[in-house]
């Protein structure tokens, strides 16, 4: 079992920056795929990026590419993601996610592994 606990998340204004925080507990994270996903009122849950357990390859959805940034650091067992220049359409409640697969999925089924997630809230 895995135990992820997010942080970070708040409100601001458009065009500011944020990192969120994910913090493993519970067995070996470093060799865990990791993602961010995020989920909108009245929205599916979507996929934002991933990382691989080397940080050697990492994927971003289309809507963030150049915005946000996924990394990691295995000693302190954590994952992070900066977001810069957002916009009131990354408003969502932002979940970190755990899988073993060493391919980066994009897909919420393909994590077996969930934190509790943090609001994020930008404002126009």
């Known amino acids: 079992q895995v135990q992820l606990v997010e942080s970070g998340g708040g409100l601001v204004q458009a065009g500011a920056s944020l990192r969120l925080s994910c913090a493993a507990s519970?067995?070996?994270?470093?060799?865990?795929?990791m993602g961010w996903f995020r989920q909108a009122p009245g929205k599916e849950r979507e996929f934002v990026a991933a990382?691989?357990?080397?940080?050697?390859?990492?994927r971003y959805a289309e809507s963030v590419k150049g915005r946000f940034t996924i990394s990691r650091d295995n000693a302190k067992n954590t994952v992070y993601l900066q977001m810069n220049s957002l916009k009131p359409e990354d408003t969502a409640v932002y979940y970190c996610?755990?899988?073993?697969?060493?391919?980066?999925?994009?897909?919420?089924?393909?994590?077996?592994?969930w934190g509790q997630g943090t609001q994020v809230t930008v404002s126009s």
């Open positions: 996610a755990a899988s073993q697969s060493i391919v980066l999925f994009t897909t919420t089924a393909s994590y077996p592994y």
């Open positions: 519970g067995r070996t994270f470093s060799s865990d795929s």
């Open positions: 990382i691989s357990w080397s940080a050697s390859n990492k």
